[in-house]
């Protein structure tokens, strides 16, 4: 057998154990919660996935459809909303991707009456915050933390004044050191980050979905590049273990 075919089959190997482990990936990374019950869904209802690139994932912008593969791209927005397409096929969910690449908190504000409270949603999940950081990180912005933050906290007041009765879910920005893009020195700083928007989630009382913890776990299993090449943008793994995540504990499916 040749180096190039055994180096495949090793990585072939990887990736499918990886794969089935992403179970056990999950609980591991979140235990099963203490008297936590599930959202449901109630007859059609909207169901927003907002953010940046991770969850834009080259989504068709053109039409921006509900329920349409396309208008999700190939991300974990995609498989989560899958699921609930099939889990929920009852109620009839109304389902979008609204996530535009490049995106950091006060971009999501300067769309958010038409990109989230027009669609009038009755869950909101939303992913921000690599790029306050990775931007400011790389001189093409000047925010900071605190900014994030106040930002962050605002768009939040906005929507539950818009929207009494809607159901956050703020989902904890991450990044995999040892990749193409991400180093060491990223912790630390992007902690500070990851720490706002959970006192955030636990201020408003949202769902928390802590990603940082769940590829801490991951890369116990594989590589950090089979989660995330550059170790911010998931790969294929990464965008399934993400949706499993989220599932999990939104749904509990």
Not at 23 to 40: G, L, N, T, Y
Request: with cysteine; charged share 20%; hydrophobic share 45%.
């Amino acid at each position: 057998m040749n180096n190039s075919r055994r180096a495949f089959l090793g990585r072939a190997g990887v990736a499918a154990a990886a794969m089935a482990m992403v179970p056990s990936i999950v609980d591991a990374a979140f235990p099963a919660p203490k008297k936590k019950k599930p959202f449901a869904l109630s007859e059609q209802e909207v169901v927003l996935f907002q953010g940046d690139s991770i969850t834009d994932a080259g989504r068709e912008k053109s039409k921006e459809l509900p329920n349409n593969g396309p208008s999700f791209g190939g991300g974990y927005a995609f498989i989560a909303a899958s699921a609930i397409l099939d889990h929920f096929s009852a109620f009839d969910p109304v389902v979008y991707n609204r996530g535009i690449s490049g995106n950091k908190v006060y971009q999501l504000a300067d769309r958010w009456q038409k990109d989230c409270l027009d669609l009038k949603p009755g869950l909101v999940s939303i992913l921000i915050g690599i790029n306050d950081y990775w931007h400011m990180r790389n001189g093409r912005y000047d925010g900071t933390v605190e900014k994030y933050e106040a930002d962050y906290r605002q768009l939040i007041l906005t929507t539950r004044e818009a929207l009494p009765h809607v159901r956050l879910v703020i989902c904890q920005p991450f990044a995999l050191p040892g990749t193409t893009a991400v180093d060491e020195s990223w912790v630390q700083p992007l902690k500070a980050y990851q720490e706002a928007a959970r006192r955030l989630s636990r201020e408003f009382k949202t769902i928390w979905i802590p990603f940082q913890e769940l590829f801490d776990e991951a890369i116990r299993h594989a590589p950090a590049s089979h989660w995330a090449a550059d170790g911010v943008h998931p790969s294929m793994a990464g965008s399934h273990l993400m949706a499993a995540a989220w599932l999990k504990n939104v749904f509990g499916i």
